[in-house]
């Protein structure tokens, strides 16, 4: 059984950085792509971004992209997100999610397994 641990989260003024990790168990992790999104209170739950099983490919939601970057590190089974050039509406509950061989997907349908969340709060 796959479990997902996000760590890293917190509060940040506005302007500033945090990385996300979320570590992988229970299965081969290089065989998963590797997505995070995010839930604003209120709000459904949006795609951040993504990063596939094979050849480490990206995408990224237009709101994050040059700003938040996703990355693997397969030995250590864990991905991250570094989030740059924080803003208050970057406020949310992030999530990192999984699903074996998957191409690059926004979906949430797509993922299979999810981590219980973590916490960004941004301050203006």
């Known amino acids: 059984q796959v479990q997902l641990v996000e760590s890293g989260g917190g509060l940040v003024q506005a302007g500033g950085s945090l990385r996300l990790s979320c570590a992988l168990s229970?299965?081969?992790?290089?065989?998963?792509?590797m997505g995070w999104f995010r839930q604003a209170p209120g709000k459904e739950r949006e795609f951040v971004g993504v990063?596939?099983?094979?050849?480490?490919?990206?995408s990224y939601a237009d709101s994050v992209k040059g700003r938040f970057t996703i990355s693997r590190d397969n030995a250590k089974n864990t991905v991250y997100l570094q989030m740059n050039s924080l803003k208050p509406e970057d406020t949310a509950v992030y999530y990192c999610a999984a699903d074996a061989f998957r191409g690059l997907s926004w979906r949430t349908s797509d993922y299979n397994y999810w981590g219980q969340g973590t916490q960004v709060t941004v301050s203006s």
């Open positions: 229970g299965r081969t992790f290089s065989y998963y792509t």
């Open positions: 990063i596939s099983w094979s050849a480490g490919g990206t």
